[in-house]
């Protein structure tokens, strides 16, 4: 095991390939988390070979049972032409690095994770509720390209929860409003607006070019249209939904779980889901869940943790709980299921799917003019056992 104990901003420079960045001065808080075995040789390196005899003598006396300090340091290391990389992120400017100097403190985003954040391009298919916390979240980490996909404008009953948008911004489209608050707050992100309503027939176009895709829709038609698009496209999706005092997530990634079908096959009847403007919603319950899902957008980026493949998490507000489930493949599935996995109806899950809906049991129609109905938070389905 190589360990780093030089400073940030030496680690920032360059480093041996391989080797893990601890600084000296944190590492007797750190030691365990970063070295678990014992028994494993340590060698330990700074820039002249003096900080790092003082962590391997510490070491020892913690019990590693080999730790070495490298004599020389990176001096010598380098002076005798063996490997060395400078990461991505010692391209940040002196004002990224100022803007996300907490985010390069951490060995699991580094300047290396903060490059891949400023190269993503993450979709935001909604600019409601949900929306408007994972935009700005992500905007504020750094995420390059953000993509919003909403056709609605701001409507003063939106205020109680979607942050994106203002009092003075009523009556403006939901992008453009967005489009402004996420400049105030972090000019380098580039908005890419997209005004449309997602559906069946560009779904695939506005999708494509995305890393990640933030669901924050708020129809069945029109998760079923994203989540066919997405599996084909091998694109994982951050699903949320609310209602009144509760939420769930998950993420729909088809490569390594189940998707959207597979949970639910087919839409309720509308009684069972009715939309936040008949059943109302906590407004801070759609901000929680949108902060989630642009934490489980920013592990995926970043290459870190568990995302919430395979796994549906439920919140409940008034009681302050989080229960996990777990969710699996459907093998009959007709959009990742066996068959349509083996290529043999790829090309028609998605039109088949969608032609088996009855349209009397999808939510209503986005068709009404701006401002006549509050359609941004999405629907979920209430049963007696969510199990």
């Not at 954040?117 to 935001?124: E, F, W």
């Not at 559906?199 to 669901?215: K, M, R």
Request: net charge negative.
């Amino acid at each position: 095991m190589l360990l780093d104990v030089r400073e940030p901003r030496e680690w920032d420079a360059g480093r041996i390939p391989g080797a893990i960045h601890v600084p000296l001065g944190t590492l007797p808080a750190r030691a365990a988390e970063v070295l678990p075995d014992p028994s494993v040789p340590v060698v330990v390196y700074c820039a002249h070979g003096i900080r790092s005899l003082q962590a391997a003598r510490f070491l020892e006396v913690l019990g590693y049972a080999d730790a070495r300090s490298m004599a020389g340091g990176t001096d010598a290391w380098r002076a005798g032409g063996l490997r060395w990389e400078a990461p991505a992120g010692s391209a940040l400017t002196p004002e990224q690095a100022r803007r996300y100097s907490r985010h390069l403190l951490m060995p699991e985003v580094g300047p290396e994770g903060q490059a891949r954040l400023l190269d993503a391009r993450v979709l935001l298919v909604g600019a409601g509720g949900l929306g408007s916390p994972a935009a700005l979240y992500l905007a504020a980490a750094g995420v390059g390209t953000l993509g919003i996909v909403d056709f609605d404008v701001v409507d003063v009953s939106n205020l109680q929860r979607q942050v994106l948008h203002t009092t003075d911004r009523v009556g403006v489209s939901k992008v453009e409003s967005a489009r402004v608050t996420i400049a105030a707050l972090n000019p380098e992100v580039r908005v890419v607006a997209h005004e449309e309503m997602l559906g069946p027939e560009n779904v695939a176009s506005l999708i494509g070019d995305y890393d990640v895709v933030i669901d924050g829709t708020d129809s069945f038609e029109t998760r079923y249209a994203l989540n066919d698009a997405a599996v084909r496209l091998g694109i994982p999706v951050v699903h949320a939904s609310v209602y009144r005092f509760e939420g769930q997530l998950t993420v729909f990634d088809a490569a390594d779980g189940p998707c959207y079908r597979c949970l639910y096959p087919s839409p309720p009847p509308p009684e069972l889901a009715p939309p936040c403007s008949v059943a109302g919603v906590l407004g801070v319950v759609p901000g929680i869940m949108g902060m989630l899902q642009a934490n489980e957008a920013l592990k995926i980026v970043l290459g870190i943790g568990d995302p919430l493949v395979g796994r549906l998490l439920l919140f409940d507000a008034l009681e302050t709980t989080f229960e996990e489930l777990t969710l699996r493949r459907d093998p009959a599935c007709p959009t990742c299921g066996e068959v349509a996995r083996s290529g043999e109806a790829a090309l028609g899950a998605a039109a088949a799917g969608a032609a088996a809906e009855p349209a009397s049991a999808a939510a209503p129609e986005r068709s009404a003019p701006a401002g006549a109905r509050d359609p941004e938070e999405p629907f979920i389905l209430r049963t007696a056992d969510p199990r």
